[in-house]
């Protein structure tokens, strides 16, 4: 039985569907969910190619910020579903990050969206779902952002 299910966002349109079938899952398990995203640190581009530490903490707490209120609208969507739900912001790699905390709290299933890259866009940026599917513990389900068509 799944009493806990981990949805894994990185905020982007593409994570929609996974966080309503996460959402719908929860419901039909009488599961509480967990909201997890990946703080990844943030890469300043300056032409002189030095940050000074200062701006470089300023960038990283506005991050942050920003992935806060996020989370709390996914939260909030998913209680006004009926739905107990909790945020993690995680750090590391994303695939290692989302795997360590679905060990820490007995995840029964992570849910995770993909973008659907393929070919040279996939071999260049990877793809998370995959990484993640490699390094879970447990059920991962993985939600395409978009039907695809029947060939």
């Given at each position: 039985m799944?009493r806990r299910?981990l949805?894994?966002?990185?905020?982007?349109?593409?994570?929609?569907?996974?966080?309503?079938q996460?959402v719908?899952?929860?419901?039909e398990?009488?599961?509480?969910?967990?909201?997890?995203?990946?703080?990844?640190?943030?890469v300043?581009?300056?032409?002189e190619?030095?940050?000074?530490?200062?701006?470089?903490d300023?960038?990283?707490?506005?991050?942050?910020?920003?992935?806060?209120?996020?989370?709390?609208?996914?939260?909030?969507g998913a209680?006004?579903s009926?739905?107990?739900?909790?945020g993690?912001?995680?750090?590391?790699?994303?695939?290692?990050?989302?795997?360590?905390?679905?060990?820490?709290?007995r995840?029964?299933?992570?849910v995770?969206?993909?973008?659907?890259?393929s070919?040279?866009?996939?071999?260049?940026?990877?793809?998370?779902?995959?990484?993640v599917?490699?390094?879970s513990?447990?059920?991962?389900?993985?939600i395409?952002?978009?039907?695809?068509?029947a060939?």
């Amino acid at each position: 039985m799944t009493r806990r299910i981990l949805f894994a966002t990185d905020f982007s349109p593409a994570s929609a569907p996974a966080f309503r079938q996460a959402v719908a899952s929860c419901k039909e398990k009488r599961a509480s969910l967990l909201v997890a995203h990946v703080l990844e640190p943030p890469v300043p581009f300056t032409t002189e190619g030095y940050v000074l530490p200062r701006m470089y903490d300023e960038i990283a707490a506005a991050l942050r910020t920003a992935a806060e209120k996020k989370m709390r609208r996914l939260l909030a969507g998913a209680r006004k579903s009926g739905v107990r739900a909790r945020g993690l912001l995680l750090r590391g790699a994303p695939h290692e990050a989302i795997a360590r905390a679905a060990r820490s709290h007995r995840v029964g299933q992570i849910v995770v969206g993909t973008h659907g890259r393929s070919g040279w866009s996939r071999l260049v940026l990877g793809s998370v779902a995959a990484r993640v599917v490699a390094a879970s513990p447990c059920p991962v389900l993985v939600i395409p952002s978009r039907k695809r068509r029947a060939s």
